[in-house]
């Protein structure tokens, strides 16, 4: 997931995006815990997500609040 397509999304849709990553995540460490996970790096990706839709969030934040 691109920057530039998750600042597309609606306030709505990020959070509920971000609830979906944060529950795949937890999915992926619990796989990862019993040698299930077949692409490590995964775990990875979902994590740069994460960060990736708080970020935007958090400039919106910033940006209403001026």
Request: aromatic fraction near 4%; charged fraction near 50%.
């Given at each position: 997931m691109k920057a530039n397509e998750v600042?597309?999304?609606?306030?709505?849709?990020?959070?509920?995006?971000?609830?979906?990553?944060?529950?795949?995540?937890?999915?992926?460490k619990f796989q990862h815990t019993t040698n299930q996970l077949d692409n490590p790096q995964r775990i990875v990706a979902v994590?740069?997500?994460i960060a990736r839709v708080n970020t935007i969030l958090r400039e919106r934040e910033l940006r209403e609040g001026k």
């Open positions: 600042r597309e999304l609606s306030l709505e849709e990020l959070t509920k995006k971000l609830a979906d990553l944060k529950e795949e995540l937890f999915h992926l994590k740069k997500d």
